[in-house]
């Protein structure tokens, strides 16, 4: 049974920073692309960050802009997205998912296990 259990969200002011975590058990962890992806009430859930199983490939959704950076270690199975310069329209559930087939994707449907996810809010 894989598990993924997020933790780091909270309520911060604009321009203030947050590092989400991911544990991931269950699973050889090495064997997972993982993503990050965010759902904002009464929208669709939007793509944020993937990394490949090694970790040496990054992509990005144009929500990130150059301020989130997503990162994993497999000796503590963990993926983390670093989150900088926040701003309102952050605000979100933010999920980490797991992906057995793929080399990072942006594609939600991709990923086969999912996190229940964690909210972040950020205030102007």
């Known amino acids: 049974q894989v598990q993924l259990v997020e933790s780091g969200g909270g309520l911060v002011q604009t321009g203030a920073s947050l590092r989400l975590s991911c544990v991931v058990s269950?699973?050889?962890?090495?064997?997972?692309?993982m993503g990050w992806f965010r759902q904002a009430p009464g929208e669709e859930r939007e793509f944020v960050a993937a990394?490949?199983?090694?970790?040496?490939?990054?992509y990005y959704g144009g929500s990130a802009g150059g301020r989130f950076t997503i990162s994993k270690d497999n000796a503590k199975t963990t993926v983390f997205l670093q989150m900088n310069s926040l701003k309102p329209e952050d605000t979100a559930v933010y999920f980490c998912?797991?992906?057995?087939?793929?080399?990072?994707?942006?594609?939600?449907?991709?990923?086969?296990?999912w996190g229940q996810g964690t909210q972040v809010t950020v205030s102007s």
């Open positions: 998912a797991a992906d057995l087939t793929s080399s990072g994707s942006s594609d939600a449907a991709d990923y086969e296990y």
């Open positions: 990394i490949s199983r090694s970790g040496g490939t990054t």
């Open positions: 269950g699973r050889t962890f090495s064997r997972f692309a």
